[in-house]
């Protein structure tokens, strides 16, 4: 199993370009999330799915747009990139919510300048 | 909404030594889950132990213990004969409430001296 992967690794954008960071599981897992992380703020919860074809914000939605066709890719779109989305990005998954594990992807770092 | 609060930015231990990270959560749910993930230089996020709330007894996973105190919504992890791999961000999680989204702490930078 390759887990949970994103690409890319490392991305720099200009402000107001937009961009897809992309999220794919192999776990079959029904739960998967996007989280950004900062300097000392810990990781924050952008959206989340419970589901194929269910979507829901989590604590840091703005700026940030998500699908859910199928149960295992969560792409995470940025409309209209900003220096303040700078940040690195994780992906993660579970079997469900609640006592589960959450798997994590090895992150994205983001910069835009 | 639900907040975990993790008072200490850095903590240092001797290797072979033991140390304690603290944690305190908000919450008014009574069924919920505590979390303890690791992340290292790496980046990779690692599950290091979880507690379910509707247990009394303490989780232990080899050298990783916590310390629930349910009534005081005290979470602290133990870690028993530090090694230099241990040395890592620990981050503290709650997952409880509608769809038992998880909520981070800010995170407690553990060093491990040699």
């Known amino acids: 199993n390759a887990g949970v992967t994103q690409t890319p690794k490392f991305q720099v954008l200009k402000t107001g370009q937009s961009m897809t960071l992309q999220c794919a599981q192999d776990m079959n897992h029904e739960y998967m999330s996007w989280y950004r992380q900062d300097p000392g703020m810990g990781l924050r919860l952008i959206h989340y799915s419970v589901g194929a074809g269910i979507t829901d914000q989590g604590e840091v939605p703005n700026g940030y747009n998500v699908s859910r066709s199928t149960t295992e890719d969560f792409p995470l779109r940025l409309l209209s990139a900003a220096p303040s989305q700078t940040s690195v990005y994780f992906c993660a998954s579970s079997y469900g919510t609640g006592p589960y594990e959450q798997y994590f992807g090895p992150g994205t770092r983001l910069t835009v300048t | 909404a639900q907040t975990v609060t993790q008072s200490q930015p850095e903590m240092s231990v001797q290797e072979a030594e033991t140390v304690t990270l603290s944690c305190t959560y908000d919450?008014?749910?009574?069924?919920?889950?505590l979390f303890w993930y690791k992340q290292p230089p790496s980046r990779q996020m690692i599950l290091v132990i979880r507690q379910e709330a509707y247990k009394q007894q303490n989780a232990t996973e080899n050298r990783f213990s916590v310390n629930f105190q349910k009534a005081a919504k005290s979470f602290s992890l133990k870690i028993s004969d530090s090694q230099l791999g241990d040395a890592a961000m620990y981050f503290c999680?709650?997952?409880?409430?509608?769809?038992?989204?998880?909520?981070f702490g800010k995170g407690t930078l553990l060093t491990v001296n040699p």
């Open positions: 919450t008014s749910e009574s069924d919920y889950y």
């Open positions: 999680a709650y997952s409880g409430g509608s769809n038992y989204k998880l909520t």
